[in-house]
């Protein structure tokens, strides 16, 4: 940890930035799984999912600056390299070799329904070990995942209600 004037204990400090990085690793997993199904993408709504997959790439790809620097706010570093990536991220790995406009709604919901679940664990988490900031960083995250899995789900085919 660097020094700094921050007024958080350094264990409060040190917890929080492991959790940051824990995140930051599958954030940026998030945002090359979206690149993925936004390059590879094929069906008859192609367009409107190609551009909404480079919106949601864009929006996570914010995800892993916030996490990042919030780890740089705290002393701490952030770990953010391929190689810190692959060993630490929580996500499933994305199906290679896939191509139809479901398959990719499907997969990108999952991978970021499993990226909100776990932000929603850290709200908590970051809450009781004393970091409040961090913990509204989360919730902020939550929020956003939220709303693109509503955006990207949008593109499946509505069963009618009973």
């Known amino acids: 940890m660097q020094k700094t004037h921050n007024t958080l204990s350094e264990n409060i400090r040190g917890q929080a930035v492991d959790l940051l990085n824990r995140h930051l690793a599958a954030a940026i997993d998030l945002h090359a799984q979206v690149k993925q ?3 590879n993408v094929r069906g008859p709504a192609f367009i409107a999912i190609h551009e909404l997959f480079d919106k949601v790439s864009t929006e996570v790809e914010e995800f892993s600056d916030m996490l ?3 780890a740089g706010a705290l002393g701490g570093t952030a770990h953010g ?3 810190t990536v692959a ?4 996500l499933k ?9 479901k398959d990719h709604v499907e997969a990108i919901s999952s991978a970021l329904a499993a990226f909100g679940e776990s932000l929603r664990e850290s709200i908590k988490e970051s809450d009781d070990f004393g970091d409040p900031v961090t913990a509204d960083l989360f919730t902020q995250l939550a929020r956003s995942v939220d709303q693109q899995i509503w955006f990207i789900e949008s593109h499946l085919p509505q069963k009618s209600a009973a």
């Open 87 to 90: 060993k630490e991220t929580f």
């Open 68 to 70: 990042a620097e919030r």
């Open 81 to 83: 390299t391929v190689q």
């Open 37 to 39: 199904a936004h390059w």
């Open 93 to 101: 790995p994305y199906k290679l070799g896939i191509a139809s406009e």
